[in-house]
């Protein structure tokens, strides 16, 4: 069983910062990429930032230059570092990984249970 679990939600005032964790655990033999998504209410779920096993970061547009994606591969973690957060950055946020959990299984694609922000004063 592989669990993907968020932290750092929360309200936060406009302009302030939030920053994200995302914990995998379990059977995990090899992450191939982990982001992050989210989804507002009566929106569907958009990529906020994703990154591949030794590639480059992918963020969508609306969070360039705001948003910091990092990885901690040995500790199979992946963050997101919000700041000058704005009230259109409110959604629930996705913690999500392609894994294999041994070396001869296909890659699944997991979420977390997602973690709320909310931007307002």
């Known amino acids: 069983q592989v669990q993907l679990v968020e932290s750092g939600g929360g309200l936060v005032q406009p302009g302030g910062s939030l920053r994200l964790s995302c914990a995998a655990s379990g059977t995990i033999f090899s992450i191939n990429a982990m982001g992050w998504y989210r989804q507002a209410p009566g929106k569907e779920r958009e990529l906020v930032a994703r990154?591949?096993?030794?590639?480059?970061?992918d963020y969508a547009d609306s969070v360039k230059g705001r948003f910091t994606l990092s990885r901690d591969n040995a500790k199979n973690m992946v963050y997101l570092q919000m700041n000058s957060l704005k009230p259109e950055d409110t959604a629930v946020y996705y913690c999500?990984?392609?894994?294999?959990?041994?070396?001869?299984?296909?890659?699944?694609?997991?979420w977390g249970q997602g973690t709320q922000v909310t931007v307002s004063s």
């Open positions: 999500n990984a392609d894994l294999r959990s041994r070396s001869w299984s296909k890659i699944y694609t997991y």
């Open positions: 990154v591949p096993s030794g590639g480059s970061t």
